[in-house]
């Protein structure tokens, strides 16, 4: 069984940064990627970024470009979302998620998902 926990999200203003945690843990396969995907109220999930099993490349919606920065942790499944320069429209509800690269990047879908976090930014 796959667990995802998400942490970091809250509250901030235009232009504040937060980080965003996703911890996973059992079975998760070792050339599986990470990612993050997003809902904004009322609207579609959106893909935000992922990262592939080793750290070696990472792939960032056109929306967070130059924004956002994913990273691997030294712990095992582990990632962080940095998020700088946020805007209003950055609110949404935030899920972390695992699984092959091209599903995730590609086909925006994943075996595995996090309960979600709540970001919301305010102006």
């Known amino acids: 069984q796959v667990q995802l926990i998400e942490s970091g999200g809250g509250s901030v203003q235009a232009g504040g940064s937060l980080r965003l945690s996703c911890a996973g843990s059992g079975s998760i396969r070792g050339f599986y990627a990470m990612g993050w995907f997003r809902q904004p109220p009322g609207k579609g999930r959106e893909f935000v970024a992922a990262?592939?099993?080793?750290?070696?490349?990472?792939e960032y919606g056109d929306s967070v470009k130059g924004r956002f920065t994913l990273s691997r942790g030294s712990a095992k499944n582990t990632v962080y979302l940095q998020m700088n320069t946020l805007k209003p429209e950055d609110t949404a509800v935030y899920y972390c998620?695992?699984?092959?690269?091209?599903?995730?990047?590609?086909?925006?879908?994943?075996?595995?998902w996090g309960p979600g976090t709540q970001v919301t930014v305010s102006s």
């Open positions: 998620a695992t699984d092959l690269w091209t599903d995730l990047v590609h086909h925006q879908r994943a075996d595995y």
């Open positions: 990262i592939t099993w080793n750290g070696d490349n990472t």
